[in-house]
């Protein structure tokens, strides 16, 4: 059997994360010879996707957490477990890794049962490596979780947990029946949606998929209906017969929501309808990915995009560099601000360019998100100090033991967006690991930066920050800008604004000289050749009013301020 | 009007003598050798340090061989032998030269005769060779007037050499003495320039050409900077240019091109017609020529060439037919360099009105008008020729 069977994505084998949640069915024979069937879902640990986290929590009856024993308690461990918990959900502390020759699987579990309660002799211990403890993890699974419950002959009710588009059938769910039966030839409705569907084919996944007829209560498997469109099967939704269906759905549902926005734009203008193609296949696989054309002066025709967090943003970018062979340039990430107006109305604002006018402008909120962050104690002044500085503020802290802490803040998202994460890890050696929530919208005091080339403001640099960094923006920016734009036949002044307040200047002074001294023995050819070499590398200029801006200037610019 | 009537009657600068400049007929002689390369030149030249000397006079019998194989082009109004080092040639051979020149296609009365002499070359004696092989004019290869440049550039003379050689000219009844000067070497200072300025003025020459020095790929200037040495600058050689020009327009030099100043009635006419876009013919090794709407070139390699012409075949490498838009297109990019600036044609029309002229003539750097289009600020030539060469048939 291969490795990382269920990292099914070449994205996901590479960089050995899971970024699409994934279903199984095993057979499993007891110690006591007692038969048992074993729905699995295995989902992404990382806080970007703890929305596809929370509903496969809601499909099942219990959870294994795993820590690394060399790592113990991460930040993700923590708030997945706090999921499972609110969910009801049975919890089976396991300890992996124990093979490494770093593990201290006594002191994850001590970190363990201190997160869950119990006894630290409660977590199994195992390596999915060597196979340790295997076998231990299966019993207790069909010791401590419960069967699933649900009543077979009350009205459908299943939830939709994840699905993916598949060229040939369509769009396939995975669904977890919790009511009723789910069978070929019925017609089903989505209740949030309100649209009825042809049950075409349904089966379980090995994870190959295997064709069963029909899925009972408490059963897990997948549901074709030769659907095309993605948008209309949403994950969390709940199914139940068309006819004489079940009347409350099976929890809330909720859209999963976009926390990062940024621009992206190819860097060649023709590649932007393969863009368009690009983000539509990609969205097959990934509602929670919303992107809208938006046009920049400085970078053509690209799109807003929306993102669940910086990781999403990363991988989606990647996916369509990779997959589509596209050559991308993407504007400083940025949160969803609320623009209050004086007319008392308020405006969504996903980026600079949507910000209203300082005239319309009464005040923007801003949101904020519970932080957790857990590191080891030696660090806890360098961390404390770092949150201090990106306005956080300072909730609990707990020890999981001696040597390691779980800190709460309250903290806007957009540091976290800016360089937190980097900054973090930085200066805890990459030991502090971070999970955050959605909070709260606050009031704050937010000016759009611009930034101007000649006195004409390039829509591609501007940026929303809170005031406190807006001077340091703008002169990092305007002094990058400095040494990438060349010297034009004119002074060319470079100025940070906000509003009409100039806050950093610096100026391309005009180029003087630009002549070569003499021909060799009249060779014209030559320096013909030179000239018109030399003008083709000026193809890729933009222009900016009358300043002349290289394509990649906009790139670099852009790509040093991500770093 | 004659090219010498005319070269009397005109200043150098004038718009009439540029055009006329167009119809001369010019002959270039490439000669190769040098005693040594020096550290920013890629020339098509022969290092006689090297391999020793070279046999100057089964070069100058193979150049004399390829004179005879040209085609005729009617009598020439202009000679210049160019390097290299011509003046490391026994005026005999120069004089061979310049007989079949006289064979082949004949000389203008009063045609002008111009070589480059090195200082170090130079004695009374030799100029005298000179003046009897039949040369009018004498550039010298001074190019500073500082020991310290002199030796960054790594040539052989000392700043007395350069005065003995212009006096030595004058003495030996040469009529026409010119200086070349480089600029702008990091080894050069604000005041070192301003010596060699007021040295190159004392001299009381008839021209004078500065050229700012250019850091050409794969010579040893090249490998220095890239291994950290100072680079030259483009701003002090901008300031290093003006500063020349004022001093020496204050001294009765007219510029009548980006990089040459002359006095009334000394304009160099081999160079003011090339850059009018005159035909010439050229010999010798790496020559280019330029004749009929064609520009051809010559092996840049010795033992090609002399095999060449041992075949009895002309040493051509390669040839270029030019229609007559772009034969237009260089008229344009060639005559920008000139002070009087070039026709305004349709095309040179087309380009002031083009985008990127209108941005050069808003910048103060091109100006169109009485019938000229010509660049007021010559550091800026290449900006200018850069975008003019893109103009086409069809832009408005
Ligand atoms: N030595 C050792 N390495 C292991 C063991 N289990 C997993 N790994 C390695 O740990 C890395 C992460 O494993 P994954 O299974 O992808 O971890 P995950 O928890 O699913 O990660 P996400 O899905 O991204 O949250 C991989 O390089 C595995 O090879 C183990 O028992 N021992
Ligand atoms: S003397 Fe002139 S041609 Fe010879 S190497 Fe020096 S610069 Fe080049
Ligand atoms: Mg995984």
């Not at chain 1, 057979?27 to 929370?54: C, K, M, Q, R």
């Not at chain 1, 095309?228 to 949403?234: A, E, S, T």
């Not at chain 1, 990459?430 to 005091?445: F, H, M, T």
């Not at chain 2, 040839?319 to 005559?335: A, I, S, Y």
Request: aromatic share 6%.
């Amino acid at each position: 059997m291969r490795d990382q069977v269920l990292d099914e994505m070449d994205l996901e084998r590479e960089r050995g994360i899971t970024i699409k949640a994934n279903a199984v069915r095993i057979d499993y024979t007891a110690a006591n010879g007692d038969e048992y069937e074993l729905n699995l879902i295995d989902t992404p640990g990382h806080v970007d996707f703890s929305y596809e986290v929370s509903r496969s929590l809601a499909a099942c009856e219990g959870a294994l957490l795993l820590v690394d024993a060399s790592q113990g308690v991460e930040a993700q461990t923590l708030a997945n477990a706090y999921l499972a918990v609110e969910s009801g959900l049975e919890i089976i502390p396991v300890v992996n890794k124990i093979d490494l020759a770093a593990a201290d699987p006594d002191r994850a579990a001590g970190e363990l049962s201190g997160v869950l309660g119990g006894d630290p002799g409660d977590a199994v211990m195992v390596s999915a490596k060597s196979g340790a403890g295997i076998d231990d993890l299966l019993e207790a699974i069909v010791e401590t979780l419960p069967p699933p419950g649900g009543r077979p002959e009350a009205p459908l009710r299943a939830l939709v947990f994840d699905s993916y588009y598949d060229t040939y059938r369509g769009v396939v769910a995975l669904v977890r029946v919790v009511d009723g039966s789910l069978t070929e030839g019925e017609r089903v409705r989505l209740m949030a949606r309100g649209v009825d569907l042809d049950v075409d084919e349904v089966g379980v996944r090995r994870p190959k998929i295997e064709r069963t007829g029909s899925l009972v209560a408490g059963e897990v498997g997948y549901l074709m209906t030769g659907v095309k469109d993605i948008g209309l099967i949403r994950v969390g939704d709940t199914l139940t017969n068309a006819d004489k269906g079940a009347s409350e759905p099976l929890s809330g549902y909720d859209e999963p929501k976009p926390m990062v926005f940024s621009g992206l734009f190819p860097t060649d203008g023709d590649d932007f309808e393969r863009l368009r193609e690009a983000l539509d296949k990609l969205r097959l696989n990934d509602s929670s990915l919303l992107y809208q054309a938006e046009t920049s002066r400085a970078l053509g025709f690209g799109f807003r995009v929306g993102f669940l967090g910086l990781l999403h943003m990363e991988i989606v970018r990647e996916r369509l560099e990779r997959e589509y062979s596209l050559d991308l340039v993407a504007t400083a990430p940025s949160v969803e601000y609320r623009a209050n107006l004086v007319d008392g109305g308020q405006q969504i604002v996903h980026g600079p360019q949507d910000l209203p006018d300082s005239g319309r402008l009464l005040s923007i909120e801003e949101p904020y998100v519970k932080v957790m962050i857990i590191t080891p104690s030696q660090y806890i002044g360098t961390v404390m100090e770092l949150v201090q500085s990106r306005r956080g503020e300072m909730g609990e802290m707990n020890y999981l033991s001696p040597e390691r802490v779980e800190l709460h803040y309250l903290m806007p998202l957009a540091e976290i967006v800016f360089d937190f994460f980097d900054m973090l890890k930085s200066r805890t050696r990459g030991y502090a690991s971070l999970d955050y929530e959605p909070a709260e919208y606050r009031i704050s005091d937010l000016v759009r930066v611009d930034i101007l080339l000649n006195a004409q403001s390039v829509d591609a640099f501007s940026t929303v920050v809170h005031k406190d960094r807006a001077y340091a923006y703008g002169r990092a920016m305007v002094h990058k800008l400095r040494e990438l734009i060349p010297r034009q036949l004119f002074d060319v002044p470079i100025q940070a604004a906000i509003g009409s307040r100039i806050i950093a200047r610096e100026t391309v002074k005009a180029k003087r000289k630009d002549v070569t001294a003499k021909c060799y023995g009249g060779d014209i050819t030559r320096k013909r050749k030179l000239l018109e070499r030399q003008k083709e590398g000026k193809k890729r200029m933009k222009m900016v009013g009358s300043v002349e801006v290289p394509q990649e200037a906009f790139v670099a610019a852009l790509r040093i301020s991500e770093d | 009007m004659d090219p010498t009537d005319s070269t009397a009657e005109y200043p150098p600068d004038s718009p009439v003598l540029a055009d006329l400049a167009a119809s001369w007929k010019s002959a270039y002689i490439h000669v190769p050798f040098c005693a040594r390369r020096c550290p920013y030149c890629d020339f098509a030249i022969v290092d006689e340090s090297a391999g020793g000397a070279a046999d100057h006079t089964t070069y100058i019998g193979a150049v004399a061989a390829e004179i005879g194989m040209a085609a005729d082009f009617g009598p020439l109004d202009a000679v210049n032998f160019g390097g290299g080092t011509p003046s490391r040639l026994a005026p005999e051979l120069l004089e061979r030269v310049i007989g079949a020149l006289e064979v082949q296609f004949g000389l203008s009365e009063g045609a002008e005769m111009s070589l480059e002499v090195n200082p170090e070359d130079w004695s009374d004696e030799y100029g005298r060779g000179l003046v009897d092989a039949g040369f009018t004019r004498v550039s010298i290869g001074a190019q500073s007037f500082d020991p310290a440049v002199l030796d960054a550039l790594g040539r052989l003379h000392d700043p007395d050499a350069i005065a003995r050689t212009v006096s030595g000219v004058r003495t030996v009844g040469i009529s026409s003495v010119g200086i070349d000067l480089i600029f702008g070497h990091p080894a050069e200072t604000a005041a070192s320039w301003e010596r060699s300025i007021a040295a190159a003025m004392a001299l009381e020459v008839d021209h004078i050409s500065t050229y700012s020095l250019t850091v050409e790929p794969g010579t040893a200037l090249s490998r220095e900077i890239r291994a950290g040495a100072p680079a030259p600058d483009d701003d002090v050689q901008a300031d290093r240019y003006h500063r020349f020009c004022d001093v020496a327009s204050g001294h009765g030099f007219v510029r009548y091109e980006v990089s040459n100043h002359a006095r009334d009635g000394h304009v160099c006419r081999y160079n003011l017609s090339t850059w009018a876009h005159g035909e010439y013919v050229a010999f010798g090794l790496g020559a280019h020529d330029h004749r009929w709407g064609r520009r051809e070139r010559n092996h840049r390699r010795l033992d090609r060439y002399l095999g060449a012409i041992e075949a009895g075949e002309r040493p051509r490498v390669g040839v270029e037919h030019l229609d007559d838009f772009h034969q237009e297109r260089d008229r344009l990019m060639l005559g920008l360099r000139l002070a009087a600036g070039t026709p305004l044609t349709p095309t040179a029309e087309r380009f002031a009105a083009s985008e990127a002229g209108r941005r050069f003539i808003q910048a103060g750097i091109l100006e169109a008008g009485d019938g000229r289009l010509r660049i007021i600020e010559p550091m800026m030539t290449d900006a200018v020729a850069r975008e003019a060469l893109s103009v086409s048939w069809h832009d408005c």
